[in-house]
């Protein structure tokens, strides 16, 4: 309900404790005839004062500073007052004096925020969302509070601080101070994105900063293996078993399109007939939780075949014996060295692989392939399809077969 009378004045007022000619200058807010009073905690001669007004007489540099002063509070109490009507909360002259001095509700914190979101996704991980996302989460609470004291020298800030500003020094510090990329610079943001936007549907916070900041992530060309490239590795044999499992692995990754935790985490159990009554892998992507069925290329089923009696292997609990992700990138390295490949090989590039070369360059419709990756949407995977010379020389070529 809002108020039926409201008024605001300055005022002189004589303070027991002060017995000099000069006042304190104090502020009356009166809601519904309501009065409350609070010092401004600036003093002023009465012999120029306009009591009419409500301001300091005269044009001096001291007269318009305390104008300017008077006038900052004035507007204050507008924003609070248009503040508790946002909030469908009550306009009183009491509401609105401790908003100013800043008490009653407790303030809302960026990072306290920040830090009992990501208790709550972790409270959800393996239901909602998987440990890469509440590790993403982590990085950018750390990035967020590592910002705030670099540019404020504090330990949390309140959201009513965040402006454009902010969201621009942030940015800038992630760019100059983080070395990060704009891509990563972009993702960083995001994240913090869905902070702000928790304040603004919960209504403690009126103005979204992020309003015409741009945030539009370039777009990059994914490294892919060619075929002559995959078979280079695939004829190689090399020296160390290790070296020998970790393509072996690489390679059953470039023909199913399964990122690495995928293939970790795949078991017997996943492998089943399909409705073409061959062999298919059902399963979910850990990172996204959609469903995966991938008919298995017979590369593949080699593979699995190679390793069922490897000891990691023989329980069904596992398919392959994959190492952790950072042994098998360094590995991979290696392997990519020993097969002059000039390219900067990890697992991730398996993915890329198997969308290119394996599927799309031969003829794969994109919706298969997207739906083979788990793709959410065929916006993910047409990044593929961009950078296929091979495809388009597929294509053009059954059309001049089709022409002729």
């Not at 695939?234 to 293939?263: P, Q, W």
């Amino acid at each position: 309900m809002l108020e039926k009378s409201f008024g605001l004045l300055f005022f002189l007022k004589q303070s027991k404790k002060n017995t000099k000619e000069d006042r304190y200058v104090y502020l009356r807010i009166t809601v519904d005839g309501t009065p409350k009073e609070l010092s401004t905690k600036r003093l002023w001669s009465p012999a120029r004062w306009n009591t009419t007004i409500g301001r300091a007489n005269g044009n001096k540099e001291e007269d318009r500073n305390l104008n300017a002063y008077l006038d900052s509070i004035y507007h204050k109490v507008l924003q609070a007052k248009k503040q508790l009507i946002d909030s469908d909360k009550e306009v009183t002259a009491e509401a609105l004096k401790n908003m100013l001095l800043g008490i009653g509700e407790k303030k809302k914190m960026i990072l306290e925020i920040f830090q009992d979101h990501n208790l709550q996704v972790e409270a959800l991980l393996d239901k909602e969302f998987a440990f890469g996302t509440l590790q993403r989460y982590r990085t950018s609470l750390d990035h967020t509070r590592s910002f705030i004291q670099w540019k404020y020298n504090k330990d949390d800030m309140d959201i009513q601080s965040l402006d454009y500003e902010f969201i621009s020094a942030y940015s800038f510090w992630l760019r100059s101070i983080q070395n990060c990329s704009h891509n990563t610079t972009v993702k960083y943001l995001a994240n913090f994105k869905k902070i702000v936007l928790i304040c603004i549907k919960n209504g403690w916070l009126q103005r979204n900063p992020f309003i015409q900041f741009k945030m539009v992530k370039k777009e990059i060309n994914r490294v892919f293996l060619t075929w002559h490239e995959i078979q280079t590795i695939s004829n190689k044999r090399f020296v160390t078993d290790r070296l020998n499992h970790v393509r072996d692995i690489f390679l059953f990754s470039c023909y199913t399109g399964l990122a690495y935790i995928d293939v970790k985490n795949l078991n017997r159990k996943q492998i089943s007939t399909g409705i073409d009554n061959e062999q298919w892998i059902f399963t979910h992507r850990q990172k996204t939780n959609s469903p995966t069925r991938i008919p298995l290329l017979p590369k593949a089923l080699e593979l699995i075949e190679k390793y069922r009696s490897h000891p990691l292997c023989q329980d069904g609990t596992h398919v392959l014996p994959v190492l952790s992700n950072q042994k098998m990138n360094s590995y991979l390295k290696e392997i990519a060295d020993v097969c002059e490949i000039n390219k900067s090989l990890t697992f991730h590039i398996a993915r890329h692989t198997f969308a290119t070369t394996i599927t799309l360059a031969n003829g794969v419709p994109i919706e298969t392939v997207s739906k083979m990756l788990g793709h959410k949407s065929l916006k993910q995977t047409q990044h593929y399809a961009k950078i296929l010379d091979t495809k388009i020389s597929f294509d053009m070529k059954a059309l001049r077969d089709k022409l002729s």
